[in-house]
């Protein structure tokens, strides 16, 4: 490894961290680390991390949750690392451990270990991919980085685009966990691990489960312990270098983290009061003033207000030429640009989150085919009866037939319920090109997706998409980057590694009942949420401002000018004619009901036209 190359990365990379930029180099190793402290422990550290033991050398990006079962898992040389920084105490893990040693840890970490004696890289990715790690591998030098960036321009890759991954996105279907838009360069999925070892790049999975079927628990129990796994949630991802503050929107999930966080300090379970900052838009349909509002009241807090971020055409393209990452989305913008903002001038770097609520708690009715296979027929009916209270008896058990038997028997049902982000009843979606989808056989794409596990039952198989959710690379990375470029680190209590393996095997008719969507979560929230907020079942549309910045970007360049449109792979006129109604609905005043319509690919040809303006320009 030459020095001459680790420049060249460090110049290209874009920076997310403020702590100053750390090298290490031997042999044909080298490794580059810009620091960003989060957590107490890991002030002042230097990374990579050196074993005295076997001499490998670790670099960390991430956060442990479960640090004290950790030391207490290394016994005596536990109690030495006891102030150390997360990665020292993962390193001495591997020391003991060997590749297996990922298995024992929880949080939200990519790991790099290179073992010089072995002349042997290990990459190792947490079960939810927060933290992105991309690679490339031109059979001679191997290079990872947290940036595309860093690969594509400080190792000089030749730029060739993969079409039929451009192809996922742009048909709002993505479902490749480990390719991007560029050919050569890889992604790491989630729960995953990579050797190089002898010139050979090996892959496997290590997040494998078993997750245990707690399904027969009481409801006691299964409110008693969500409220246990939410605590401990809480306490793990609120243990900052900085002041904190949490996400208030109004809506359930981020109200529970910011009013049982509240509560736990109170108690003196969290040393701190964690902030709440909550983003209102007066006069647009998607403020939740009134939500928000109620929370503070019952809590007897201010929350900082921040408001819209108008969202700039120029500065997208400006991002996207400076990070080759896509742009980010204008509804996402709205909500994050000013928190960022007001968080970096308030010296933080943790924002919590109520991201995952709407994931794990919102049920399904994929339980029901397994109550079948394992014939709990009464389970069944009862939940069928609870489901669709009111709806005559004969009306509810043709329901309960097609919904539990119907998948067992029916392939394109069964479909339908373990993938419902897919849909294989056309070969590609209308806006896009047919022959095009052909070429890159998008169809084929869409029907190997596979999880990457064998997993007992649908419920557990429909559940571990949250984990393996491919389209979380192109829909948060973005988001994860921009936050980054601030020095905020978002975290998401309600994707806890130990609260989510729980949700894997409870009991559906927890999840969703009486047609009630997080039946769980309003359960264990009384006495915590104003009844106002738990009872609330309306959910904000941010469409209005979306609405208006692809107004403006098809105003400075028409639907059938852009380069997805030129290069032939979408239909232009059917992108127009898609957002047509957005704006009558917004040119009316953005009352009434929002159009019931495909959407999203507007945005998604839109963003992919930016990026490929600038990808190619440094």
């Not at 190792?155 to 390719?179: D, P």
């Amino acid at each position: 490894m030459t020095e001459g190359l680790l420049s060249s990365i460090v110049r290209a990379a874009v920076p997310r961290g403020f702590d100053g930029v750390s090298h290490w180099r031997d042999g044909p190793a080298g490794l580059i680390r810009f620091a960003h402290a989060t957590t107490p422990e890991a002030v002042g550290e230097l990374q990579p991390f050196v074993s005295a033991n076997s001499g490998a050398v670790m670099v960390f990006d991430g956060r442990l949750d479960n640090r004290g079962d950790l030391l207490r898992q290394l016994g005596a040389h536990g109690d030495q690392l006891a102030t150390a920084p997360d990665g020292e105490i993962a390193l001495a893990l591997f020391d003991r451990r060997g590749d297996n040693y990922v298995t024992a840890l929880v949080g939200d970490f990519v790991i790099a270990v290179w073992q010089p004696r072995d002349r042997r890289l290990l990459l190792v990715r947490s079960p939810y991919g927060w933290r992105p790690i991309v690679w490339t591998f031109d059979g001679t030098t191997f290079g990872f980085a947290t940036e595309p960036r860093s690969l594509v321009v400080g190792m000089g890759m030749e730029r060739k685009l993969n079409e039929a991954a451009i192809g996922e996105f742009l048909s709002a279907r993505f479902v490749s966990q480990t390719e991007t838009f560029w050919q050569g360069l890889n992604r790491l999925p989630q729960g995953a691990a990579l050797a190089l070892e002898k010139g050979r790049v090996r892959e496997w999975h290590w997040h494998v489960g078993p997750f245990e079927d707690v399904s027969r628990m009481s409801d006691a129990d299964h409110v008693a312990r969500f409220q246990e796994l939410f605590d401990q949630a809480l306490i793990a991802v609120t243990r900052s270098a900085t002041p904190l503050s949490s996400q208030l929107s109004g809506g359930l999930d981020s109200s529970s983290v910011v009013c049982r966080a509240t509560q736990l300090h109170r108690a003196g379970r969290i040393d701190r009061q964690i902030g709440a900052i909550t983003a209102r838009f007066p006069g647009e349909p998607h403020d939740e003033t009134e939500w928000s509002s109620a929370v503070e009241a019952h809590l007897g807090i201010t929350a900082k207000v921040v408001g819209s971020h108008p969202f700039d055409p120029d500065a997208a393209r400006q991002w996207c030429a400076d990070t080759l990452q896509l742009p980010l989305r204008p509804n996402v913008l709205d909500t994050m640009a000013e928190v960022c903002i007001r968080q970096q001038a308030d010296g933080e770097r943790v924002l919590l989150t109520g991201e995952g609520g709407d994931d794990w708690l919102a049920g399904s009715l994929a339980y029901w085919p397994d109550l079948v296979r394992s014939g709990r027929w009464a389970t069944l009916v009862k939940a069928g009866f609870q489901h669709f209270p009111g709806a005559p008896a004969h009306v509810s058990a043709r329901r309960i037939l097609y919904h539990g038997v119907g998948p067992l028997v029916r392939k394109s049902q069964r479909e339908r319920l373990l993938r419902p982000h897919l849909d294989f009843a056309t070969a590609a979606p209308p806006w896009l090109n047919p022959d095009w989808a052909r070429r890159i056989g998008l169809s084929d794409r869409w029907y190997a997706d596979a999880l990457p596990l064998d997993l007992p039952g649908m419920a557990q198989k429909q559940r571990y998409g949250v984990f393996a959710l491919a389209r979380r690379h192109v829909n948060v990375e973005p988001a994860m980057a921009y936050a980054a470029s601030f020095g905020i680190e978002h975290r998401h209590p309600f994707h806890d590694q130990r609260l989510a393996s729980f949700l894997m095997g409870a009991s559906g008719s927890m999840l969703n009942r009486f047609g009630q969507k997080k039946y769980l979560l309003r359960q264990a929230m009384k006495g915590v949420l104003p009844e106002k907020v738990r009872t609330r079942q309306s959910k904000a549309t941010f469409v209005a401002h979306t609405v208006d910045a692809i107004s403006e970007l098809l105003r400075q360049r028409p639907a059938d000018q852009l380069l997805c449109a030129q290069l032939g792979w979408v239909d232009g006129p059917k992108i127009g004619e898609m957002h047509a109604a957005f704006q009558h609905w917004r040119d009316a005043g953005s009352t009434g009901v929002v159009p019931d319509q495909p959407w999203g690919p507007v945005w998604f040809t839109l963003a992919m036209d930016m990026w490929l303006e600038n990808a190619f320009k440094i």
